[in-house]
């Protein structure tokens, strides 16, 4: 679903991403550990159509992301780490705006739905987004990601800055959603929630991976050691 | 503290290429619009006094001439143009430059340059005054918009005010940076100024011209500060940028484009003026019908008839041993001349209501302080313009009573009106010699002005001594 | 798509307080301008009422004493002698040509105020010497004036700019954009929609306005399309620029930057820079020479011999000395209409480079006006209005054309000896205005061109920057 060939990207002498080889699965949750610099954004970037690769390829579902970025979109959904949503919308036509950008119109119960389903209060969903914390927003950057029923999702820092609870629901969210078959990329600090949700766990360096490993070949604390010692 | 601020503002402002472009372009183009406005002002000065002198030749050369004749004739005066007007030249082409001096009836003046200008000339001419007083200050707001949103975003200001620095140092400091950037420029403008003017000297001669230039130096200089102040206290207490941006540059149109037009259009509605016609009609009027509406024309010609008869001890006039219509003309012209009086000092009296009405929105807009005072400064405004039209009036009231006097004295009688004067005699006549108003004159009539402008330099001074501006306001 | 973002971004444009702020600020703004452009009119207009008045009182006054004079001939009173002799009549009845723009220059006062409107219609008069000279203060034509047109060529771009500084910068900024372009939409949608959208508001708004405009002052629709499609032009225009400078994929405060740039030269800097090489071009001359030598001319006309005159006035006018009385005894009766034919075809002679200059000045600025938008934009309203120069100089050549009529009756009765009577009287011709001649087409032309090419620079630019747009 989510496959990448020999991809590269540069920016002059800087290699931000090296000679990359990824294929993930329907059902599959993949977590990109690595610093800062690492090259875990680009990668997403190139998935998601945002930079062009120097060489090699992207494909969503069988689609090649450079010669068809419109297309590649229709299969993806994206939450940053930070999602910013439209201040003077509520929650309900935010994700009512976004879902009929990316073609899909739902009834208001059906959104409802969505927006309860990743866990956002019922009492706030008609509030103007401009009064919801960063968990929330968060909340509604998941319902907006499920509703366009993508068989690829990436994920950039999902959990950077939610509470415990907030990234524990995260957590059993994720799980649901690869249970649905979709194919999840995730870039992630956080090795204790990697190791959590993660099917396999890759570890860059340098834009290069260096390491994949299956998550259940290690408990939290090894899956550290070995994290620390590669990078 | 401050001298490292400040040179620490200059070059972050020197090495933005868009600020170092726009104070390039700004300085460009007030060396340019400083230069060609005073080859402007060369060739208007010229017309004048050329215009003056042919009007003065054909004076001296009217041949032998009957007063009265003379009189009728008349001549022309013209406003000279002030030496700065090359940097405001205010008023000038709006107001007519000409008037025509005759006996029995006063004339306005005519010939205002805009009057044949297309609606082009509305959207304002390329001078240093425009520059000086609406893009300079555009220029402020540009740099200082953002002048703390760099140190923010990039944690520095942070590091500054761990450092030790106080936060009030540091507003003042980029305050100061900001102003003496537009010093800079204003520096420019009186080097160029003050060469220009030395290359002239029978023009820039006395002290007054210097004072001119050194008052509105100091004007801008003030008004710079008050932007300055404002748009750096603004930027402290705005976060984002653009909001920042967007609020200084709506104060920029209010206070430059769309307030001082509102007031001059309300000052309009509060006291509209006459039309010409009516004025005439009017003035036409009050000469027949007497200043009461009850005393005719004929009726004080026969009473003055009466009472020089009576002086003289004659029946009639023919028997009078002076020319009784050189008498009867100057009554008439005393007579005139109240009636011009009053309705002038009418009309004077509505234009200065109007002009005092902008003066008081001073004090809820600094800029129309500045243009008012520019004006005033450059000896282009409403007040000198009054000033002239009185001084002529008065030229030509000395003239036409020393005409009629020698029409009276001069040795001819009652209805010879074929007497001549020998052309010399005319040519010994003075000649109109306009000294415009002294600057303590025109500072006088600009006092709420002043006042305005002090009041906000204080004001801006007062806001930034606030309690308020501690760190976490900064930051 | 399109009509998901339309309704959405409405909704939230509905939402915010920064726009109904601007909603109020204009319509405020454009009512206050309407008002005091209106009391501007009424003030003018009363002034023209009145002289044409006192025109219809003197003809009312001096129509019975021609009835007088023709029914009884040679047994008429002598003091109405002097209503019979030609120049006295044409003295007696003061007529005037006025300069009376329609109501819709209520909304345009361009250079009304700055004119005399008036121009007594006499034997010696001179349309480039006129007798009166409006009074004004000079501070206030210097201010300008707060009508309609300045909303609409002023304020309306800093709405457009306002509106959009941010169009595709702020979702950027925010974080938005990248969520935007994973459902599917590319910026250069959003952007051309948001534009598109903030467009037809602002088109909506001056529609309004200008129609609330047209209504109060009770203006000739039939300007009316020419306004609208003119503001519609300028809004492109400025949308258009709000659209490029967005494809630059810069910060918000950049974009604001860079458009208020714009503002002041397209509205400030370019206007100042085309009058300064229009007045070095063709400077307005000074008239005291013309005066001077006018006045000198007519003097020593005067003072010439009867048959210096004569000979002069054969070659000046052969029409009308053909047509005079053989054989010629009283010239010294006719002296002085020959005297005026001669000295008018000199000083006629004389003033022609200064009737010239205005219309060089219009030519130059027509020329330019694609290097000065807002001046085409201001032409529209302006000329449609009737108070631009080129209109007042249609006035001022139709009441030459008035002057020239009423000499030629004049001279003709009075060279060939005859006296005025209700005939001649009823023939001493009174002022027509001139048809008005809006420049709509022209100017509406140089707009679009200029909307055009920088929306082919916009479409450029979005392509060449597609990673950000």
Redesign the interface.
Same mark, same amino acid.
């Given at each position: 679903m989510i496959v990448a060939h020999n991809l590269s990207k540069n920016y002059g002498e800087h290699h931000a991403l090296n000679n990359l080889n990824l294929n993930i699965a329907p059902g599959e949750i993949f977590c990109l550990l690595g610093q800062n610099g690492a090259g875990k954004t680009t990668t997403i970037n190139c998935f998601?159509?945002?930079t #062009?690769p120097s060489a090699g390829k992207a494909e969503i579902n069988g689609i090649d992301v450079a010669s068809d970025p419109?297309g590649s979109? +229709?299969h993806? #959904?994206?939450l940053?780490e &930070? &999602?910013?949503?439209?201040p =003077?919308?509520s929650g309900l036509?935010n994700l009512d705006?976004?879902? +009929?950008? #990316?073609?899909f119109r739902y009834s208001k119960n059906q959104l409802q739905e969505f927006l309860l389903k990743a866990g956002l209060p019922g009492d706030s969903i008609n509030r103007?987004v401009g009064t919801y914390s960063k968990g929330m927003r968060q909340k509604v950057?998941i319902a907006?990601a499920t509703a =366009?029923q993508a068989k690829a999702l990436f994920l950039d820092e999902p959990t950077s800055g939610l509470d415990p609870k907030a990234s524990n629901d995260f957590s059993i969210l994720l799980k649901t959603l690869a249970q649905e078959g979709v194919a999840i990329l995730m870039a992630t600090h956080d090795i204790f929630r990697a190791k959590d949700v993660a099917t396999r766990v890759g570890i860059m360096r340098e834009g290069q991976l260096v390491a994949t490993h299956a998550a259940t070949e290690f408990s939290a604390t090894e899956l550290e050691k070995i994290y620390l010692e590669t990078v | 503290m401050l001298v490292q601020i400040i040179q620490n503002e200059w070059r972050i402002a020197w090495r933005e290429r868009q600020l170092s472009v726009l104070w390039i372009i700004i300085g460009g183009l007030l060396l340019f619009a400083t230069f060609s406005g005073w080859q402007n002002f060369q060739r208007i000065h010229h017309e004048r006094a050329e215009a003056a002198q042919l009007m003065r030749q054909k004076w001296e050369n009217q041949g032998d001439q009957n007063p009265h004749s003379s009189a009728h004739y008349g001549t022309y005066v013209y406003k000279p143009v002030s030496i700065l007007h090359f940097l405001d030249p205010g008023i000038d082409k709006f107001a007519g430059v000409s008037l025509r001096l005759e006996g029995h009836v006063q004339h306005g003046l005519a010939f205002a340059a805009a009057s044949e200008q297309s609606s082009l000339s509305r959207f304002g001419d390329l001078h240093t005054g425009l520059i000086l007083q609406v893009l300079v200050p555009l220029l402020l707001i540009f740099v200082a918009f953002n002048s703390f949103q760099r140190e923010r975003s990039s944690g520095a200001l942070r590091l500054m005010l761990a450092q030790g620095t106080a936060p009030r140092s540091l507003l003042w400091g980029k305050i100061l940076a900001v102003w003496s950037m537009a010093l800079a420029l204003l520096l420019l403008v009186l080097v160029l100024s003050g060469v220009l003017a030395l290359s002239q000297p029978q023009l820039s001669q006395g002290t007054d011209v210097w004072l001119r230039l050194l008052g509105l130096t100091t004007l801008y200089a003030l008004y710079y500060f008050l932007i300055s102040a404002m748009a750096v206290q603004l930027a402290a207490a705005i976060r984002q940028p653009a909001l920042s941006l967007l609020s200084l540059l709506s104060i920029w149109v209010l206070s430059t484009v769309i307030l001082p037009k509102v007031v001059a259009a309300s000052a309009e509605q509060q006291k509209p003026l006459l039309g010409v016609m009516q004025f005439n009609e009017q003035m036409h009027e009050e000469r027949e019908k007497g200043l009461n509406g009850h005393d005719p024309e004929d009726a004080r010609s026969k009473r003055f008839e009466r009472k020089i008869l009576a002086k003289y001890g004659v029946d009639d006039p023919s028997k009078l041993p002076i020319n009784y219509d050189g008498l009867l003309m100057q009554e008439d012209e005393y007579y005139g001349n109240a009636v011009w009086d009053k309705h002038f000092g009418l009309l004077n009296r509505d234009l200065r209501q109007q002009a005092q009405y902008t003066a008081w929105s001073s004090f809820v807009n600094p800029f129309q302080a500045l243009r008012n005072l520019s004006l005033s400064l450059a000896n282009a405004d409403l007040y000198q313009h009054l000033h002239f039209q009185k001084a002529a009036e008065m030229y030509r009231r000395t003239l036409i009573r020393t005409l009629n006097e020698k029409m009276a004295y001069g040795g001819s009688k009652t209805g010879d009106w074929d007497w001549t004067v020998p052309e010399a005699w005319f040519s010994e006549l003075e000649d109109f010699n306009y000294q415009a108003p002294a600057m303590a004159w025109s500072l006088q009539q600009r006092t709420l002005e002043l006042v305005a402008i002090a009041a906000w330099a204080l004001l801006l001074i007062l806001l930034l001594w606030m309690p308020w501006w501690k760190a976490e306001r900064l930051l | 798509?399109i009509t *998901?973002?339309l309704q959405?971004e409405l $909704?939230?444009l509905l939402? $915010?307080r920064v726009g109904w702020a601007l909603f109020l600020f204009i319509l405020l703004g454009g009512g206050y301008a309407i008002a005091y452009g209106w009391l501007n009119y009424q003030h003018y207009r009363t002034q023209i009422d009145e002289v044409q008045q006192k025109q219809a009182e003197t003809y009312a006054e001096l129509a019975p004493k021609y009835d007088t004079l023709t029914q009884l001939g040679d047994q008429a009173p002598e003091r109405l002698n002097s209503f019979g002799d030609p120049i006295m009549a044409d003295w007696w009845y003061r007529r005037y040509s006025t300069w009376l723009p329609g109501s819709l220059s209520a909304l345009a006062v361009g250079q009304r105020d700055q004119q005399t409107p008036y121009h007594r219609i006499q034997l010696y008069r001179n349309v480039n010497l006129p007798e009166l000279e409006e009074i004004n203060n000079p501070e206030q034509l210097l201010a300008g004036n707060f009508d309609l047109s300045f909303v609409l060529v002023y304020l309306l771009p800093l709405l457009v700019i306002v509106l959009g500084f941010n169009a595709l910068s702020q979702d950027r900024e925010? /974080?938005?954009l990248?969520?935007? $372009?994973?459902? /599917?939409? *590319?910026p250069k949608q959003l952007l051309f929609t948001r534009v598109g959208l903030q467009f037809g508001l602002l088109w909506g708004l001056s529609i309004l306005i200008c129609s609330i405009g047209f209504g109060v002052v009770a203006a000739d629709w039939a300007h009316w399309p020419a306004w609208v499609l003119g503001c519609g032009a300028w809004l492109i225009l400025w949308a258009g620029l709000v659209a490029w400078v967005n494809t630059w994929g810069r910060s918000s405060a950049f974009n604001a930057t860079v458009l208020a740039g714009f503002w002041i030269v397209l509205l400030i800097l370019l206007p100042a820079l085309t009058n300064f090489w229009v007045d070095r071009t063709y400077p307005v001359l000074p008239r005291s020479e013309f005066m001077a030598t006018a006045r000198d001319i007519s003097s020593q006309e005067w003072d010439r011999p009867v048959a210096a005159i004569l000979a002069d006035f054969q070659k000046t006018r052969p029409d009308l000395y053909a047509k005079l009385p053989q054989p010629l005894r009283d010239t010294q009766a006719i002296k002085v209409f020959m005297y005026n034919e001669n000295s008018m075809a000199k000083v006629e002679q004389l003033g022609a480079p200064l009737m010239r200059t205005g219309s060089q000045r219009l030519g130059l600025e027509n020329r330019l006006k694609y290097l000065n938008p807002a001046y085409a934009f201001n032409a529209i309203l302006t000329t449609s209005a009737g108070t631009e120069l080129s209109n007042f100089i249609d006035w001022q050549n139709a009441t030459k054309e008035t002057l020239k009529q009423n000499r030629e009756l004049v001279t003709q009765i009075g060279l060939a000896g005859k006296t005025f009577k209700k005939a001649e009287f009823e023939r001493l011709p009174t002022f027509k205005a001139p048809p008005l001649k809006a420049q709509v087409g022209g100017n509406l032309l140089c707009l679009g061109v200029l909307a055009g090419l920088l929306w082919l620079l916009v479409w450029w630019s979005a392509q060449r920057n597609a990673?950000e747009v």
């Open positions: 998601l159509g945002f #062009a419109q979109k +229709r993806l #959904a994206y940053p &930070v &999602v910013m949503l439209y =003077k919308l036509e705006y976004f879902s +009929r950008l #990316a073609g103007y950057g907006i =366009k | - | 798509m *998901t973002i959405y $909704k939230q939402r $915010k925010e /974080g938005i990248s969520l935007l $372009k994973v459902q /599917g939409l *590319t990673a």
